[in-house]
């Protein structure tokens, strides 16, 4: 059944969404805000945390609360290796004729939006054209790394193909925004608005009914309590400036939003966060590093120890000079003398080397990468100071150095590449609604290598994929010139086809132009041959 909206507000949020503020602030680093024990220590003014309480109340304070931020690194590092693997984006559909003529002016100007001086009516392939303008409008480029991180760290990500007039496009929302229905049926988005000094919450709602997907939208006023109030369509209608009505989608058996969870399991349906559990680490790993500045600021100085008659004939000096026993001239400890015991001052300082218990922190590190399946060798945490780590080390060992990461990371590359599929296979149907000659598919999308390679090995892994004839022409050119745009990549596979083609009747009878058959109507002597008199 839908959902009844009767109050909105933080509590609504945690009880579908779990704690994902506070893994937001753990990945963020903002430690200070979420963890006790440096909440005290600020308070009490043990330490600083300069962000929060400025300059002027921690003047007396040196001390600053340490974060050694491996949180971060956690969802960062298959951020980094999925979203350069993502490749182009490809139909899986032929280039058509009967298509290109029946796309008209008004699907142009559908999809690229107005005011786009790239749409044409002249296209080669007009659904590639379709794909590559639902990029454009996306700016999907710009999306995959942060894409990844917000789903590692949320445990989810939302995406939703919108349609307006600024073209197709996929909207991709944090995870919190996300109700789905009890039944399975349906779901809503949800957003807090802010209209005319108001507060207004707006629901978008998908649904499945009878085998057609149902769209609309509902606007429900919040008064100070939170509790939601429903307007009129009429009413909803003028705040939101757009057409709340409902819309039926036929033919369509589910909804156009998609949801992609991180491990999900049946007791977590919408998935986990990645920092699940690292809290209580990071916490001791912070804490152990702030213990340690403290007891070196308070204990890491050098300090001068004299006998009482040398402090008491000091301190007279100093009365003598300055009026004020307290402003020990440091010239006057230059020359001294011994007591009775053959002592005169010491200097005392304490052996920093013996501080706190850096093992201590980098076992718990090496815990939270093992936890969330991180390799040691990706943050180059941990290094051996042998000779074979300082030499240089073959591809296959930097696999292995990797292995874990890189398993984690084929699993997320999987599994979003699957996301935008489902997300472009939608945003095609609503382009499908508008003009039938847009045909639904899910496109191919390309994958690159997550560890980089050179230019000289990526040209012959492809070349020779080519003259094995296990790989197209044009998938050769596309992964050997990943960042060539459309048009430079038509044109290419155009001239290598022409080079590839030049053959002329001579070529096809006698093989290819040599200066012997270039003259090939001629004798041996130069002369033409008469054909009369060979008949």
């Not at 003047?59 to 960062?76: G, Q």
């Not at 999809?111 to 590639?128: C, R, W």
């Not at 996306?138 to 995406?159: K, P, R, T, Y």
């Not at 070196?296 to 009026?323: C, T």
Request: proline content about 3%.
């Amino acid at each position: 059944m839908p959902i009844e909206w009767k109050k909105f507000d933080q509590d609504v949020v945690q009880d579908m969404h779990g704690d994902i503020y506070f893994y937001r602030k753990l990945y963020e680093g903002k430690h200070s805000e979420i963890f006790k024990r440096a909440k005290e220590l600020i308070d009490k003014g043990e330490i600083v945390d300069n962000i929060i309480n400025g300059s002027k109340k921690t003047a007396n304070v040196k001390t600053p609360y340490v974060v050694a931020n491996i949180c971060k690194l956690i969802p960062e590092i298959p951020a980094m290796l999925v979203s350069r693997s993502i490749g182009n984006i490809q139909s899986s559909l032929s280039a058509s004729d009967f298509q290109n003529e029946e796309v008209n002016d008004n699907t142009d100007e559908l999809i690229d939006g107005p005011g786009d001086e790239s749409a044409s009516s002249e296209i080669i392939n007009t659904q590639q054209e379709i794909i590559r303008q639902i990029e454009k409008n996306s700016h999907l480029a710009f999306e995959h790394w942060g894409n990844i991180v917000q789903q590692q760290v949320d445990g989810g990500l939302v995406g939703v193909p919108w349609m307006d007039e600024s073209g197709l496009r996929i909207d991709f929302k944090a995870r919190d925004v996300y109700y789905p229905h009890e039944d399975g049926l349906g779901v809503d988005l949800a957003y807090e608005r802010e209209i005319e000094d108001e507060n207004y919450l707006h629901i978008y709602r998908e649904r499945v009914n009878n085998g057609n997907l149902h769209v609309n939208n509902k606007l429900y006023k919040l008064n100070k309590q939170r509790e939601a109030t429903p307007l009129p369509d009429k009413e909803a209608s003028e705040l939101l400036g757009m057409d709340v009505a409902e819309k039926v989608y036929k033919g369509r058996g589910r909804p156009f939003i998609v949801y992609w969870p991180n491990q999900k399991t049946f007791m977590n349906e919408l998935g986990v966060s990645c920092l699940e559990n690292q809290a209580n680490k990071q916490d001791e790993i912070n804490w152990t590093l702030t213990r340690n500045a403290i007891t070196f600021e308070r204990n890491g100085k050098p300090r001068i120890a004299v006998s009482k008659e040398i402090m008491q004939e000091l301190q007279s000096r100093a009365y003598e000079r300055y009026g004020d026993e307290g402003k020990i001239d440091h010239r006057d400890l230059e020359i001294t003398t011994f007591d009775d015991k053959g002592k005169a001052m010491e200097v005392i300082q304490l052996d920093v080397t013996k501080i706190g218990d850096i093992s201590w922190v980098k076992d718990l590190i090496k815990l939270i990468l093992m936890e969330t399946q991180t390799s040691e060798k990706m943050v180059d945490f941990y290094s051996d100071s042998s000779g074979s780590q300082s030499a240089a080390q073959s591809g296959v060992a930097k696999f292995y150095d990797l292995f874990i990461s890189l398993l984690k990371a084929e699993q997320l590359q999987q599994e979003y590449i699957y996301f935008l599929q489902n997300l472009i296979e939608s945003a095609l149907w609503l382009a499908h609604e508008s003009d039938p000659a847009v045909y639904i598919e899910e496109p191919e999308i390309q994958i690159k290598s997550m560890i980089p390679i050179s230019r000289k090995e990526l040209v012959e892994e492809n070349n020779k994929a080519y003259t094995d004839k296990t790989q197209s022409l044009e998938t050769t050119i596309r992964r050997n010139n990943p960042n060539a745009s459309e048009e430079w990549i038509q044109e290419e596979i155009e001239r290598v086809e022409a080079e590839q083609s030049n053959d002329d009747s001579f070529s096809l009878a006698r093989g290819r132009q040599t200066l012997d058959n270039f003259f090939g109507n001629r004798a041996q002597d130069g002369e033409p041959i008469d054909e009369e008199g060979e008949d």
